[in-house]
């Protein structure tokens, strides 16, 4: 079964400064994707980035980009030029392409990172 | 308009009492989702459905029963609740099962049982 690790609880940032959070997984597929999701206090999951494991490239959304590395099951997040508005939990999540491992398209969450932005 | 929503959003109740909670996405999606995010804010899938068709099921108990009547609308029914139910739940839907379709949630239930 694929696991997905958060290693950190918690983390603070100073407004406008760069944060990196950590995320490694489990599997011994090929094709899947991962994914941060936020959930700010409102308690709504949103989003943030994803990434294909077939692409090398790393995905980039404006101030919200990954560190993919394939071999090391490794998948960072890199909040530059932090908001206020980024305080939340960060979740990272990993899902199979299809059916396959038998994870029946599963899509799998890490415990969590709550990271705040101070003023 | 809402993508998913999710009726109630707050519910507390007395143990070994029934209860419901509504979802619907107006997305045309055909895959839905149930989760659950306990008190440290785990978040586990419970349940999925695709097209009407259960194809997850997560080791849940009993007590819970999933009710697709249709594409849109995935109910969640939770017979005798215990303490430990008290937790978020979270519907989602998707465009399909395959992995690289987004799931987008809904803004959740806080389930309290007293």
């Known amino acids: 079964a694929q696991t997905v690790t958060q290693s950190q609880p918690e983390m603070s940032v100073q407004e406008a400064e760069t944060v990196t959070l950590s995320c490694t997984y489990d599997?011994?597929?090929?094709?899947?994707?991962l994914f941060w999701y936020k959930q700010p206090p409102s308690r709504q999951m949103i989003l943030v980035i994803r990434?294909?494991?077939?692409?090398?490239q790393n995905a980039t959304e404006n101030r919200f980009s990954v560190n993919f590395q394939k071999a090391a099951k490794s998948f960072s997040l890199k909040i530059s030029d932090s908001q206020l508005g980024d305080t939340a939990m960060y979740f990272c999540?990993?899902?199979?392409?299809?059916?396959?491992?038998?994870?029946?398209?599963?899509?799998?969450f890490g415990k969590g990172t709550l990271l705040t932005v101070n003023p | 308009d809402t993508a998913v929503s999710q009726t109630p959003k707050y519910l507390v109740t007395q143990m070994g009492n029934d209860k419901s909670i509504k979802c619907e996405q107006n997305?045309?999606?055909?895959?839905m989702y149930w989760y659950k995010q306990d008190s440290k804010k785990f978040l586990k899938i419970m349940f999925s459905?695709?097209?009407?068709?259960?194809?997850i099921n997560e080791t849940v108990p009993n007590r819970f029963s999933p009710k697709s009547p249709d594409k849109a609308h995935l109910n969640l029914h939770i017979n005798s609740l215990e303490l430990g139910d008290s937790a978020v739940y979270f519907c989602a839907s998707s465009l399909g099962l395959a992995g690289y379709n987004e799931q987008f949630f809904g803004p959740g239930t806080r389930l309290t049982v007293l």
């Open positions: 599997t011994s597929e090929n094709n899947y994707y």
């Open positions: 999540a990993f899902i199979h392409e299809g059916n396959s491992g038998g994870s029946n398209y599963k899509l799998t």
């Open positions: 459905y695709n097209n009407k068709e259960l194809i």
């Open positions: 997305l045309g999606h055909d895959t």
């Open positions: 990434q294909e494991a077939y692409k090398q």
